[in-house]
């Protein structure tokens, strides 16, 4: 618990954090544990598994001790995950209301850049054929593709 509190957590616990969850608060963008503590996270699925805060491993969100500071470091700079779909759309945030707007664009052309890098190698033509971007509960707007990945370059 010292070295996630070094390194910047806003909240560490073990097991009365547990408790404050379970009775509902979940004030936080990312949770995180260690595997000894998943078998008492794992109680919590139905709580965080809905908001997508829920520990995984292939998430990065379960880390040794060792490597706690890394993970948070990551976070508090805004690492997000991506994969397709199963039609072949990718869906991540790119920041918030709060963010002001060069953050906003510089988010969409780092976004875009890590899509363009991990193209496959056996994938021919144009790789990203549209862009859209919406807020949560907002309509889409299209994007110029030229103008998005001119960003990212």
Known sequence: ????????????????????????????DVAM?????????AKLGRILGRRGLMPNPKSGTVVPPQD???AIK??????????LDRTAIIHLPIGKVSFENGKL?????????AIVKAKPSGAKGQY??????????????????????????
Do not use: H
Not at 74 to 82: T, V
């Open 68 to 70: 706690i500071p890394r």
């Open 74 to 83: 990551e976070a508090r700079q805004g690492r997000a995950e991506f994969r």
């Open 105 to 113: 664009v510089e988010n969409l052309g780092a976004v875009i850049e």
């Open 1 to 28: 618990m010292k070295l996630a509190e070094e390194a910047g957590a806003d909240y560490v616990g073990g097991d009365e954090l547990i408790k404050q969850i379970e009775d509902g608060w979940v004030e936080f």
């Open 33 to 41: 544990a260690t595997p000894d503590m998943m078998p008492k996270v």
């Open 128 to 153: 990203i054929k549209s862009i859209s971007l919406c807020s949560t509960m907002g309509a889409g707007l299209k994007v110029d593709v030229r103008s998005a990945l001119a960003l990212a370059a």
